[in-house]
């Protein structure tokens, strides 16, 4: 079902009501086939050259698909749930991204980026939770939306139907839905797909990072290398108490390890980070563990930083695993480089919010953290197009990532009219 059948475009709150379905079905990265599906249902009702699956992203570049039982039930869940089936069955594989284009005459190529995958995460059931009391909490126990990309997807589709017959405007643009920027993977399918190569302006936008309401950003500053690994001990299984000297523990290989890579010295002069955000362990009470797993990210301002934090965390990996005699492999998930935002991008940006009224506009708010859209700003940068990446001030009551996350629904609609406002700046007639 598309959001212009079901009437979500023609209401009053569109961008809200698109938001609040979005966030009853968090789907997390590479499973996106609900939300994926009503994307470019809603987009080809609107006139859109819609592509999606294999046209627009490489199968080969995928970094860690889910496993095909996990596949299975998310295509399965989204069939129960409203996904489109004619759209699903195009995406096969993971390959969730939704690509929409309209031409409107000769001129640039204009694009804008929206992410649409969700996290694991538990959403909370106080009662003081908006989504709770207004009936659109998490429908999946496993599953939230908690940084606010259901609200990124509102404001594309909501873009989408402003602009679609909007008079005035010369060029082509180009809407990427992209999945799986949780973990850093869902850009480079892409960009190996080409669908960045004749670019020649991208915008891409977050909202909240704990600037407030009623304010932007044009310059989203402070984007983190960070580097995302998968850490496996192997040691060998033992009775416990019958014959503990014969075991090697892999598990307490991963507990040293996990201690140790948080006691790392940080570089002086900038901000540098190191979380084991998961570890798995063992079997049973009385067996000596002979598997452990650890999943970890360092990140750092500067690649000298970055650098240095992965080689202390590969040398504590490796002195934990020889302590307790157990092998050990890891496994690099995702890596995100810094960014550097288009001088000529940030003034397009910067007049765009500037032509909006009683919105207050910052020349730099630091993003704190990173987005693989890095990726695609410095792809169009590489081939001569210029980018920027900035932020939506919205208010939010927890910080990103956490259970008890939300936003200030109403700063939707002045993230949709900043972006009409760049596209009338870029494919407007002069």
């Known amino acids: 079902m598309a959001y212009v059948s079901a009437g979500f475009l023609g209401s009053n709150t569109p961008e809200i009501q698109i938001r609040r379905d979005l966030h009853r079905y968090p789907e997390t990265a590479f499973q996106e086939y609900r939300t994926a599906s009503r994307i470019a249902e809603t987009l080809d009702a609107l006139g859109y050259a819609v592509r999606v699956g294999a046209q627009v992203m490489r199968a080969a570049s995928v970094v860690n698909p889910p496993l095909a039982d996990d596949a299975q039930a998310a295509v399965a869940g989204a069939r129960r749930n409203g996904g489109v089936g004619r759209w699903m069955d195009q995406m096969q594989g993971g390959l969730t991204a939704v ?33 709770r009391n207004e009936g659109f909490a998490s429908q999946d126990p496993q ?54 190569d004749d670019v020649d302006f991208l915008f891409v936008a977050h909202l909240g990072c704990f ?60 901000e540098t980070f190191v979380n084991v955000g998961k570890m798995t362990a063992g079997t049973t009470f009385n067996i000596i563990a002979d598997q452990s797993e650890l999943l970890l990210e360092v990140r750092a301002e500067t690649a000298n930083g970055h650098r240095y934090m992965l080689d202390r965390a590969e040398a504590v990996i490796a002195g934990a695993a020889q302590i307790h005699g157990v092998t050990h492999q890891m496994e690099i998930v995702a890596q995100l480089n810094g960014n550097e935002n288009h001088a000529d991008a940030l003034a397009i940006v910067d007049r765009a919010a500037r032509s909006l009224p009683d919105l207050e506009v910052l020349e730099s708010w630091p993003i704190g953290g990173g987005d693989d859209a890095s990726k695609m700003i410095a792809r169009v940068h590489q081939r001569g197009g210029i980018g920027a990446y900035f ?25 949709r009219q900043v972006f009409e406002a760049i596209a009338v700046q870029v494919l407007g007639k002069a």
């Open 143 to 196: 599953r939230m939306h908690g940084c606010g990309h259901d609200g990124h997807v509102a404001i594309g589709l909501t873009l989408a139907q402003s602009l679609a017959n909007l008079s005035g405007l010369s060029g082509t643009l180009r809407l990427i839905f992209q999945p799986a920027e949780e973990g850093g993977r869902g850009a480079v399918p892409i960009i190996d797909a080409g669908v960045l």
């Open 99 to 131: 690509v929409a284009e309209k031409r409107f005459g000769p001129g640039p190529v204009l694009a804008f980026r929206f992410d649409m995958d969700a996290l694991t995460l538990q959403e909370t059931q106080a009662e003081n939770h908006l989504p």
């Open 211 to 270: 600037l407030g309401s009623g304010r932007l950003a044009a310059n989203a500053s402070g984007f983190l290398h960070s580097t995302k690994l998968r850490v496996g001990f192997h040691g060998t299984a033992s009775h416990a108490a019958m014959a503990p000297q014969l075991g090697c523990n892999a598990l307490l290989a991963g507990a040293a390890a996990a201690l140790n890579l948080h006691a790392i010295s940080r570089v002086a002069g900038e």
């Open 391 to 415: 932020i939506i001030g919205s208010d939010i009551t927890a910080a990103h990532h956490a259970q008890s996350f939300d936003f200030d629904e109403a700063s939707l609609a002045t993230g």
